[in-house]
């Protein structure tokens, strides 16, 4: 029987990827370069919320198996790498 916090990300990966291939093609359907660049800035947002999301999900699913400290140190590398995407 599959766990319910690996079927809940994987539905939200499954999502994830839905989004991007419409995306793809409403990009190809207005056939803009304008249009396309901000339909592929509103994935830069999803991106990273699908990220936190899932592992957040991920980390709870697997609390008792994972220390508290692992825990924080996973969540520190996250919100380092959104603050990388964020910086210049």
């Known amino acids: 029987m599959i766990e319910k916090a690996l079927l ?7 999502f994830s990827g839905s ?3 419409a995306a793809a093609m ?6 803009d370069l304008e249009k ?12 990273p919320c699908i990220l936190i999301i899932t ?5 709870f699913g697997l609390a008792e198996k994972i220390s508290l400290t692992r825990m924080i140190c996973l969540f520190s590398g996250i919100i380092l790498i959104l603050f990388s995407l964020k910086s210049e």
Do not use: E, P, Q, S
């Not at 809940?8 to 499954?14: M, T």
């Not at 592992?55 to 980390?59: E, F, V």
């Open 36 to 47: 396309a660049f901000y339909i592929n800035t509103l994935l830069a947002l999803v991106g």
């Open 26 to 31: 409403l990009m190809l359907k207005f056939n």
């Open 19 to 21: 989004i991007d291939i």
């Open 55 to 59: 592992t957040g999900i991920a980390l």
């Open 8 to 14: 809940f990300i994987i539905i939200l990966r499954i």
